[in-house]
C-alpha cells in the first residue's frame, strides 16, 4: 500500500487554461475527499465521494470546476478556464467508512497550482 | 468567526521544551483530528479522538468536549518536531465525515 498519491505534484499554468488533477486513494478506501488550501490558511472543503457518487459539493465549488470518481477508485479534479484565484494546494484525502463518523483520514501530498 | 480556532499561530521554542498547543471549536462535533503538515504540503494525521485523551509517543493529545476544547502536547520538543499542527473536526452530523480546520499553529524547535 503506497499510500493517497497525487499527481502531477507542481502545475504552473496560463490563465485561461484548463488543468486535470489525478487522485489515487489508498486500495479499498470507499471514500475520498478534495480540499484547497491557500498559504497560511487550512484547508477548505471541495468535495468528497462516496464509491463513485459525489455526496457533497461545497459553494467554493464553482461551474468552473468539475471532479469525478467514475469506478470508484481514483478521482480526478479538473478546473476550466483557470483564474490567478485558483492558485493553491489542492490535496486529496480517503479513508474507509462503515457508517460511523471519525474515519482516519489519509492525505496526498498534495499538487499545487501556480496560475500565472 | 471560524469554527475552529487555534493558538499560539506560531510558537518558537528551544529543543527539549514541552510544547503546548490549543484548539477551540464553537459546534458540536463528532471527532476532533490532530494533524501535521511539513513543508512541501503533505499531511499525517496525528491523533483522533472524541473524548478524554490519547498519546502516541512524546505526543498527548487531550480533549474536553464540554468546553469544547482540545490541546496538543510534545514532551522534550526536538527539531524534526518543527511543522505545522493543525487541528480540525468532523460534525455531530452523521456521515457528514468533511473535516473543517483551523488555520495551523506553526512550530520551530530551535536545537
Known amino acids: 500500500d503506497t499510500g493517497v498519491s497525487q499527481d502531477p505534484r507542481h502545475k504552473i499554468t496560463k490563465r485561461g487554461q484548463n488543468v486535470t488533477f489525478r487522485c489515487d486513494p489508498i486500495?479499498?478506501?470507499?471514500?475520498l475527499y478534495w480540499y484547497r488550501q491557500t498559504l497560511g490558511q487550512g484547508p477548505e472543503f471541495l468535495t468528497y465521494?462516496?464509491?463513485?457518487?459525489?455526496?457533497?459539493k461545497s459553494r467554493l465549488l464553482s461551474d468552473r470546476f468539475s471532479a469525478e470518481r467514475p469506478k470508484g477508485s481514483f478521482s480526478t479534479l479538473e478546473i476550466q478556464r483557470t483564474e490567478q484565484g485558483d492558485s493553491a494546494m489542492y490535496l486529496c484525502?480517503?479513508?474507509?467508512?462503515?457508517?460511523?463518523?471519525?474515519?482516519?483520514?489519509?492525505f496526498g501530498e498534495g499538487s499545487w497550482l501556480t496560475v500565472v | 468567526k471560524n469554527e475552529v480556532e487555534q493558538s499560539p499561530q506560531n510558537l518558537t521554542a528551544q529543543e527539549g521544551e514541552f510544547i503546548t498547543i490549543n484548539c477551540s471549536y464553537s459546534v458540536g462535533i463528532s471527532a476532533l483530528h490532530w494533524l501535521q503538515q511539513h513543508p512541501g504540503g503533505g499531511i499525517v494525521s496525528l491523533f483522533m479522538l472524541s473524548s478524554g485523551k490519547k498519546k502516541h509517543g512524546r505526543l498527548i493529545a487531550t480533549i474536553n468536549i464540554q468546553e469544547k476544547h482540545s490541546s496538543l502536547h510534545i514532551t522534550a520538543s526536538h527539531p524534526r518536531d518543527s511543522a505545522v499542527y493543525i487541528c480540525a473536526f468532523t460534525s455531530a452530523y452523521f456521515g457528514n465525515e468533511k473535516l473543517t480546520f483551523g488555520t495551523g499553529t506553526r512550530l520551530t524547535i530551535i536545537p
Open positions: 484525502a480517503s479513508s474507509f467508512t462503515t457508517g460511523h463518523t471519525g474515519n482516519t483520514i489519509y
Open positions: 465521494f462516496q464509491n463513485e457518487a459525489q455526496l457533497e
Open positions: 486500495s479499498e478506501h470507499n471514500r
